[in-house]
């Protein structure tokens, strides 16, 4: 079981390498060098800042992007050029396929946000001449970023599971959206009564809450990041992935792969 | 004990967005294949072949019924192990390479690592296509795919083989080496289920047909069965290029040829057309009796649309 999820894995990692994803690298790597060499010159004693919010923003939306992209395609593709008649007729599960589906691009998704966070490091060091010890915040605000990729992966592959390309890139790209103002959402909703609170509450708790997950402005003003925030952010990802992963599996059980 | 056992299958999809409507693709299906056939799956297009073969692999779930192969449920991934399949026109991740997609499908089909390597060259070698291993697959004309298609049905050695429209897509060569591979398999043992709507190549190959159109099963039985069971059919072949009204009257189909006129028609009606013949003072030349074909058999059974199904042992 484990080793055919771990297959499933490795083939969508190649096939996201094959397929040149990785080279978002490239326009990833110009977009800093032009950034850090342009601060260096018009900014003062902020250029540490900009690149920080620059370089870790970039992070999130080109993985973001990836996500989406290769993520909503990851079944509806596989349904539509047949593949998967030749997957399900070995003694490979549904869940497997999914599972390993999204641990493929999960894996594509940290191996890129790795080889970009060498870059923002090198932009950093490149302006500054120094790392200094609240950098290493940078590192949490990445890893926050990771389960931002882990839970947008879940929902493409769950809108994937059900819908066609289009629609699923839809769906996915409005909720990464309003999970970024999830916080504002649940400000909204306390500030109401009735019905009217109910709902929006439940919509605020119902939308992925990206905004919770994003701590790029205060680590790049230096801030310490909680030991309670990283479990609790942990904990609150993970469970959604899981969560939207089920969802995948429920739908795509019951699917005829016409 | 029966390789394959169709117990009332059965398949209707639901078509149409706003208006749901039922179309049904499979009326229950009653069939048994035994060990170490080679059983051809007969229909024409959108007859319900390839549905039949996607309810026996699990691709999609049946309205009722149930199916056994090697006397397990056919949803069971024991059975996956012991299966192997080859989709209508296959379409492979066309980023890898043929060794890399074969590699890939041990993996998933449970082959230990230290044979794989092994077995994937053989494989490669088996099909043709012992060079072209490191090729990718976009970059493969349709027979080539159709042979990685059938590498890796048989790649893990299953017990059972389905394969859907094997021959497609293959020039006369390529077919000749898929019908030699298909007897190949039969003697290894293995079980055979193919569908086809090249009546040739099942009448080769078959050890028994079942022929399907619109989603219900017309006939099963050895193909020699099935054919003598039609009217037989005479040819008659006469001097000169007259055709006597009368033998036209009897439904004959006449061409000329040379300075002899030649005539098909049924067996019954034999004798009728030689009185004919030797009352116009026709000089007859050949009375041949016209075996039937599978073709033949095929094309009146589809035409009969109201025929009672027919189902020999």
Known sequence: MKARISYIAANTFREAVRDRVLYNLIAFALLLVGAAILVGQIS????????????????????????????IGLVSKEIEKRTLYTMFSRPVRRWEF???????????????????????????????????????????????IILQFLMITAIALLFSSFSSPLLSAVFAFSLFVVGSFAEDLRGFAAMTKGVTRWLATGAAYLIPNFSALNVISSVAH???????????????????????????????ERRDLK | MSAIQILGLEKTYTIGFWRKRPKRALRPLHLAVEE????????????????????????????????????????????????????????????????????YYGQLSGIPAKDRGGKVEAMLQRVGLPDAGDIQLRKFSKGMLQRVGIAQAILHDPKVV???????????????????LIEQLKKEGKTVFFSTHI?????????????????????????????????????LIWQGAVVPASIRALGAECHLSADTMRAVLAEDKQDAAIDALRREKLRLVSITPVR???????LQNLRSENAPSEVMA
């Open chain 1, 222 to 252: 230096g801030e310490a990041v909680s030991g309670q925030l990283v479990f609790y952010n942990s904990a609150y990802a993970l469970f959604y992935a899981a969560l939207a992963l089920c969802g995948a599996v429920l739908i795509f």
């Open chain 2, 36 to 103: 170490g056939e080679i059983f051809g799956f007969l229909g024409p297009n959108g007859a319900g072949k390839t549905t039949t073969l996607k309810l026996l692999m699990g691709l999609v779930s049946p309205t009722a019924g149930s199916a056994r192969i090697l006397g397990i449920d056919a949803n069971d991934p024991r059975v996956k192990a012991q299966i192997g399949f080859l989709p209508e026109q296959p379409y492979f991740y066309d980023y890898l390479t043929a060794r890399e997609l074969l590699e």
């Open chain 1, 44 to 71: 003062i004693d902020i250029e540490r800042l900009v690149v920080i919010n620059l370089g870790l923003t970039a992070v999130s939306l080109f993985g973001m992007l990836i996500a989406i992209f290769i993520g």
């Open chain 1, 98 to 144: 999914i599972v390993g589906k999204f641990f493929g691009l999960a894996g594509t998704l940290v191996v890129n946000t790795f080889l970009m966070a060498i870059g923002v490091f090198a932009a950093l060091l490149y302006v500054s001449h120094h790392l200094q010890k609240p950098d290493a915040w940078l590192l949490v605000a990445l890893y926050f």
């Open chain 2, 199 to 235: 009546l040739s190549d099942a009448e080769a190959l078959c050890d028994r047909v079942a022929i399907i159109h619109l989603g219900e099963l017309r006939s099963v039985g050895v193909v020699a069965d099935l054919t003598s069971s039609m009217h037989g059919k005479v040819e």
């Open chain 2, 162 to 180: 389905f394969l859907d429209e094997p021959m497609s897509g293959l020039d006369p060569m390529g077919r000749r080496e898929v019908r030699d």
């Open chain 2, 292 to 298: 039937a074909t599978l073709e033949d058999y095929f």
